[in-house]
């Protein structure tokens, strides 16, 4: 974290290696040393409503998680790769791609955690955003043995 060039985080690696911790409980804690706040969300609560959108400054009461991630100036996502699609009014779509389009718009570093592969990653959002994962986020893999 002290020479990511402005760029975030993608922990990659299978489940058990501590990316979660890292980018759920270290990153939000280094982003507010530097007096930076972020809210950590899980890919699986993306549709689910904002808990804080009433308190914070400048947010519509009925943000959802979604609507945070690609408004913040932080996005932090842990497990990349568990939510649904969004379905608004009957149009299927990958959340995840909103998230990603407002980051590279606005040069935000992403903070994200998955235990999908490379391959995975491509089979599910497409060359493009693996291209824009990989100009906006550090690449980690995380191998060996699970922690747990």
């Known amino acids: 974290m002290t020479d990511t060039r402005g760029r975030g985080l993608l922990l990659m690696g299978d489940c058990g290696r501590g990316k979660s911790i890292i980018v759920t409980g270290v990153v ?10 972020a809210v950590p969300v899980h890919a699986d609560d993306f549709s689910k409503s904002y808990p ?42 990958e959340g995840f ?28 959002y497409g060359e493009r955003t693996f291209d824009r994962l990989s100009h906006l986020c550090l690449i980690v893999k995380f191998k060996g043995e699970s922690l747990r």
């Not at 804690?29 to 530097?34: F, I, S």
């Not at 999908?116 to 089979?123: I, N, S, V």
């Open 28 to 37: 939000p804690v280094l982003l507010a040393m530097k007096g930076r706040h």
């Open 52 to 93: 804080f959108a009433a308190s914070t400054a400048g947010c519509d009461p009925k943000m959802t998680n979604l609507d945070y991630l690609a408004w913040t100036h932080f996005p932090i996502i842990d497990e990349l790769g568990v939510e649904s699609m969004i379905n608004d009014y009957g149009e299927k779509f």
């Open 97 to 124: 791609n909103r998230v990603i389009n407002a980051a590279e718009r606005y040069l935000r570093p992403l903070f994200i955690s998955t235990n999908l592969t490379k391959e995975e990653l491509l089979g599910r």
